[in-house]
């Protein structure tokens, strides 16, 4: 997971973001508590990218919304300090 979060931080497209980002929701899906400490780091790595996104991209905050849904569920003990910024 963290080769993976380094590596999103380098993404140079938006069609490389997106498959970062359904990485980490089937990861998350997958193996449930384990993706735990992971899981704030990359929730803000996300949100780090979605600011910089534009105002079309609507595939991509579709996908990062699929992405938080996943992880809420799967890991939600894990989510204290960003749960308020999620919502």
């Not at 997971?1 to 497209?13: D, G, P, R």
């Given at each position: 997971?963290?080769?993976?979060?380094?590596?999103?931080?380098?993404?140079?497209?938006k069609?490389?973001?997106?498959?970062?980002i359904?990485?980490?929701?089937?990861?998350?899906?997958?193996?449930?508590?384990?993706?735990?400490?992971?899981?704030?780091?990359?929730?803000?790595?996300?949100?780090?990218?979605?600011?910089?996104?534009?105002e079309?991209?609507?595939?991509?905050?579709?996908?990062?919304?699929?992405?938080?849904?996943?992880?809420?569920?799967?890991?939600?003990?894990?989510?204290?300090?960003?749960?308020?910024?999620?919502?």
């Open positions: 997971i963290l080769t993976t979060t380094a590596s999103m931080k380098k993404v140079s497209s069609e490389q973001a997106v498959v970062y359904i990485f980490f929701g089937s990861v998350s899906s997958v193996i449930k508590d384990r993706f735990g400490p992971f899981a704030v780091d990359v929730i803000r790595l996300v949100q780090e990218y979605l600011s910089r996104l534009e079309g991209d609507d595939d991509v905050k579709e996908s990062i919304l699929n992405m938080y849904n996943i992880i809420i569920r799967s890991c939600p003990r894990s989510l204290d300090e960003v749960f308020d910024e999620l919502l």
